[in-house]
């Protein structure tokens, strides 16, 4: 029996947040612990005051790889089979430390 539970992170387009909610419930539930995005930036906060500076994305990103570093395995979650390029490359570099990597929805 491991000494702590598995550890998940959650990768994939932020305009998916009602589905990673889910995932994270889904997962929670079964005893994970679960590392996702903090930020979700929707279509319509580009409108108001929720845009985020070129350093803050960077800074996100970044952070990111961190926590896939933490996990034990990444979940993908890509409804519709949609993988963007932020996605694209943390499943690289999740591939390339050697982490598995499942999808929610075919590629």
């Not at 550890?7 to 994270?24: H, K, L, P, Q």
């Amino acid at each position: 029996m491991p000494d702590r539970p598995e550890i998940v992170c959650i990768c994939g387009s932020t305009r998916f947040v009602d589905e990673m909610s889910a995932a994270n419930r889904d997962l929670t539930f079964a005893g994970v612990i679960v590392v996702a995005p903090g930020v979700f930036l929707r279509a319509e906060d580009h409108e108001a005051d929720g845009l985020i500076t070129n350093e803050q994305k960077t800074a996100l990103d970044a952070l990111h790889l961190r926590k896939i570093d933490l996990a034990d395995r990444v979940l993908v979650v890509n409804p519709g089979g949609y993988i963007g390029e932020s996605t694209s490359r943390e499943i690289a570099y999740a591939h390339a430390t050697g982490k598995p990597i499942s999808f929610t929805d075919p590629v």
